[in-house]
Nanobody, 122 residues
Framework: QVSLVESGGGSVQAGGSLRLSCAGS????????VGWFRQALGKEREFVAV????????EYAASVRGRFTVSRDNAKNTVLLQMNSLKPEDTAVYYCAAASGSFVYPGAYQYWGQGTQVTVSS
């Protein structure tokens, strides 16, 4: 069993930065890939980024590539999402999730956090 808790969301102006944190619990957390997803009001949940269990494989959605950076520290059971050059269209609830592989589809993830709101104003 893995539990995930996101933190670090908030409100920021366009061009600003936020850093989201995903804290995992459970002995096997470090063996899971961790993905970040977001869901804007009235829209489907979409893939943002994923990092493999080792941190060696990382993928980003085209919409965030070059602006967002995902990293993990297995010693601390933490995955970070550094978000720079934020845009109003980045406004959404952001979720971290754990899966057995580095998938981009939400349905492949077994464990989810409760989400954290990110609001970017123009």
């Amino acid at each position: 069993q893995v539990s995930l808790v996101e933190s670090g969301g908030g409100s920021v102006q366009a061009g600003g930065s936020l850093r989201l944190s995903c804290a995992g619990s459970g002995r096997t957390f470090s063996s899971y890939a961790v993905g970040w997803f977001r869901q804007a009001l009235g829209k489907e949940r979409e893939f943002v980024a994923v990092v493999s269990w080792s941190g060696e494989r990382i993928e980003y959605a085209a919409s965030v590539r070059g602006r967002f950076t995902v990293s993990r520290d297995n010693a601390k059971n933490t995955v970070l999402l550094q978000m720079n050059s934020l845009k109003p269209e980045d406004t959404a609830v952001y979720y971290c999730a754990a899966a057995s592989g580095s998938f981009v589809y939400p349905g492949a993830y077994q464990y989810w956090g409760q989400g954290t709101q990110v609001t970017v104003s123009s």
